[in-house]
């Protein structure tokens, strides 16, 4: 993700002119012109999956961490860089594509243990509602379904700026991160030590370092 700027954006919502009740052009809740170069960014996104990932982590045997990602799904995201709250984003990951890095625990996470892929092919996140933050902060919150289970669960995202690549293409860099507890969506699979604890955490770290590319009009 280093290709993209940080750089701070003085963006906020517009609100009504006191007495008009219309919004006043550039103006915001707290009196800051919007960022025009944000605004420009309204829009349909696409992930571009070489330059993105989806992955997660999950403490194991309590002292370790295991690291995986998901390689391929499908993304509609669209961006509103005047009102962040009509941003939305769809994302439809296919299960089988986990890579820890290793095949035999691969196959024990598409299982019946886990993903439970024949059933369960996919797993989806539709959002529901997004606001800004401050600064370069966003919040997401959207439906996370897996195995069949849809729960609520808030998305923590950063801006990192925006850039026309080499090739011509425009593209925008977000950081996302959430922490959800697996068994709630069915995912109970465990195994106990004796010294006491668990195999496997029952808190998994989602991420999402994406890169995303303007569609074509």
Partial sequence: ?????????????????????????????TGVVLDPALRA???????????????????????????????????????????PSASRADLVI?????????EQRDAHLVGRDFFDVRRYPEMVFRSTAAVHEGGESFRMTGDLTIRGVTRSVEL???YLGSVLDPFGYERVGFDGTTTIDRTEWGLVYNQRLEAGGAMVSEKVRLQFDISAIRAAS
């Fill in 1 to 29: 993700m280093g290709i993209f700027s940080r750089r701070q954006t003085a963006l906020s919502e517009p609100t009504p002119t006191v007495g008009t009740g219309t919004p006043t052009a550039g103006a915001s809740t």
């Fill in 41 to 83: 960014l309204t829009g349909r996104w696409t992930i571009d999956r070489p330059h993105s990932r989806i992955g997660f982590s999950v403490r194991h045997a309590m002292v370790t961490t295991v690291r995986g990602a998901f390689t391929d799904y499908d993304s509609t995201l669209y961006f509103d860089g005047a009102r």
């Fill in 94 to 102: 296919r299960v089988a594509s986990i890579d820890t890095g290793v």
């Fill in 156 to 158: 923590q995202l950063d």
